[in-house]
């Protein structure tokens, strides 16, 4: 019926066959693709529920979470620039999702509280889990953009599952640091090491690094500058872009043509996807339904 509701329009989506029972809140959201992935799994599980967008106004969150309720519905993600807002909004936090100061899945539990978790980055482990066959813990890691929201996510997920180094990059350097700082109680110092952004710097780490993570926005214009000086990539390393848009960023480009594997920011998105359903549905999500709404829906993106 809408490509995007607001909270005007929400009792609308009532009327949807099914009806509207999952959202993703954000503003802008319009052109999220969360409904493309999250509708052909609703479907494939026989689920009477669709997956539509909202439109809500900072202000507006809690209201949004009072009507959603209201009207019925299992859960919600929540995306720019509401994260933070719905980490203070629900009634219970994960403790993930309360270290990374972000919340985006929601859930409206059958008690009526509200329970706030983050599926960023345990679905960054399992894109790397089912993409590389690579488990975490077994993994060096440079991580270029610790600063950033993504970035963060990934970097306290590391440290979570305890991986067996971590190291911090970031343009603004001290945001890297403080990231660092935070994770002490997780990784001995030892295991966790920030890094000035400078060819040298990376040309003397990368030899003992075994999964690169590109998590700043480089690479999503074709003009922007490599991330990496030449020649530092070897067939040993992976290599995981979270941007997706273009789907073959350069350094993906780079790192098959050194030999190494590499991945864009599709599977986060999925893994991330189906770890949101996972939580709502307790129940194994459809994967490969979930993947071709989502190929689909990037295929089409990119063509219009
Ligand atoms: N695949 C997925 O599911 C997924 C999920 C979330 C995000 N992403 C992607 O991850 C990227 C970051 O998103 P975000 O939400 O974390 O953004 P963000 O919070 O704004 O962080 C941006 C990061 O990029 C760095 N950066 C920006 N311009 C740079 C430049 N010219 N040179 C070096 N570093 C630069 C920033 O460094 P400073 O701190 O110095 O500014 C910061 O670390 C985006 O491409 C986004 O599309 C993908």
Redesign the pocket.
């Known amino acids: 019926m809408f490509s995007c509701y607001t909270l005007e329009t929400l009792a609308q989506s009532a009327l949807l066959d099914p009806p509207a029972r999952l959202s993703v809140l954000g503003d802008p959201v319009a052109h999220s693709l969360s409904p493309q992935m999250h509708n052909p799994a609703l479907a494939a599980c026989g689920l009477e529920a669709s997956y539509v967008r909202i439109a809500v106004k900072n202000a507006d969150f809690t209201r949004a979470l009072h009507d959603l309720r209201h009207l019925g519905f299992i859960g919600t993600n929540v995306t ?1 620039p509401h994260k933070c807002t719905a980490l203070d909004s629900v009634d219970a936090v994960d403790p993930a999702a309360r270290r990374l100061g972000a919340v985006n899945t929601i859930s409206f539990l059958p008690d009526g509280r509200t329970l706030g978790r983050n599926s ?1 980055g345990p ?1 960054f482990v399992r894109a790397v889990q089912q993409e590389f066959g690579a488990d975490i813990r077994d993994l060096r890691i440079l991580l ?10 990934v970097a306290v997920q590391s440290a979570l599952e305890g991986c067996r180094h971590l190291t911090l990059t ?3 350097q001290s ?1 890297a640091d403080e990231v660092a700082h935070s994770l002490r109680d997780l990784l001995p110092t030892q295991r966790c090491l920030t890094l000035p ?1 400078t060819p040298q710097a990376l040309a003397d780490v990368l030899p003992n690094i075994d999964l690169i993570v ?7 214009d074709p003009t ?2 490599a ?1 990496l000086p030449d020649g530092l990539l070897t067939p040993s390393h992976l290599v995981y872009d ?4 273009p789907l073959t960023t350069h350094l993906v480009a780079a790192a098959r043509t050194a030999g190494a594997r590499a991945i ?6 999925l893994w ?1 996807g189906v770890q949101s359903f996972e939580w709502w549905f307790d129940r194994p999500a459809p994967v490969q339904a979930m993947r071709d709404g989502l190929t689909a829906a990037i295929a089409s993106s990119s063509s219009s």
């Open positions: 720019i960023d679905g270029l953009g610790a600063g950033g929201g993504a970035g963060g996510a970031n343009r603004t945001k952004w590109n998590a700043t926005s480089l690479g999503m922007d500058p991330l979270m941007v997706y848009k864009n920011g599709l599977p986060m998105l991330q």
